[in-house]
């Protein structure tokens, strides 16, 4: 693949989902499909590390929200320090793999932290949501910016900021009391995209945001189409959808526009793709 097309192709890559509460891992043709979550408890929002041996995720613990760190190979898994005091959930690491990003939901409302996770300090929190929610963050790249979800237009729209919190600023346009709802954003690995889901009439639908133009188009259209995820060549992006009559994992070629089913079951849902992996970390049963 990299020969024909001059980059390299998503065949060493996989795709972790949850689905009744348990983390699974898939590979993009939808093959060899296996659980990868070691705990009863409910897990949600895994993310994969930029190295690809690792993931992080949420778990319900006594109504609170716990981030932990888990390895892909062993299952070793690691509770984020400070995590477990609220409702912590959507965690997503730096491209240097030291610093982790997550929302946190308390009574006086929800915004992003980061945490330094190398030396296991340093939480800070980045937004001030008196009278807005924050959530959902997704690093650039370079590690410089962080893409996230704010209430503060009314509707849950898409923000970006420094990766310090500063420069706070909207990202995806939207018309007032006209665009819907807008959320779960990721950034693409070359840093020139972020897709997200935005409600249309009713019904939500993917959409990608230009970095350099700050202009979104629409992906699909053909029934209820949410939370999409790059793969790391930042052509496909997986995302869910019940366009065959219930809920599954589907993946969409941006160059073509080809739509393709990934898993043929119901209930898969919040797919993370993975880094392009080595051979070692490939084979890691």
């Not at 891992?25 to 659980?35: E, N, R, S, T, V």
Request: glycine share 8%.
């Amino acid at each position: 693949m990299q020969a024909a097309i001059g980059t390299p192709g998503i065949a060493a890559t996989r795709i972790l989902f949850v689905k009744d509460g348990k983390v699974y891992q898939i590979d993009q043709d939808g093959a060899d499909q296996k659980l990868v979550s070691s705990s009863d408890r409910k897990a949600m929002s895994p993310a994969w590390a930029s190295d690809g041996r690792h993931f992080a995720y949420m778990e319900f613990q006594a109504g609170k929200g716990w981030l932990y760190l888990q390895e892909m190979g062993g299952g070793k898994r690691t509770a984020v320090s400070t995590t477990g005091s609220a409702l912590d959930f959507t965690p997503a690491f730096s491209p240097d793999g030291q610093t982790l990003a997550f929302s946190r939901a308390t009574e006086e409302g929800t915004d992003v932290y980061t945490i330094n996770i190398k030396d296991n300090c340093c939480l800070r929190r980045l937004t001030v949501g008196r009278f807005s929610d924050n959530l959902s963050p997704t690093f650039s790249p370079d590690g410089q910016r962080i893409a996230f979800v704010s209430t503060r237009p009314g509707l849950p729209q898409i923000y970006v900021m420094a990766a310090d919190g500063t420069d706070q600023q909207l990202f995806a346009p939207f018309d007032y009391g006209v665009t819907g709802a807008s959320n779960a954003p990721e950034w693409s690995p070359d840093g020139q995209s972020v897709a997200f889901h935005r409600d249309v009439a009713g019904t939500l639908q993917v959409f990608v945001l230009d970095v350099r133009t700050r202009t979104v188009r629409q992906l699909t259209s053909v029934g209820r189409n949410e939370d999409p995820t790059w793969a790391p060549d930042s052509r496909h992006l997986a995302f869910v959808s019940d366009r065959s009559g219930y809920r599954q994992l589907w993946i969409i070629d941006l160059d073509t526009g080809r739509i393709r089913p990934l898993l043929q079951q119901s209930g898969a849902r919040l797919p993370a793709w993975s880094p392009r992996l080595s051979e070692a970390t490939s084979s890691t049963p």
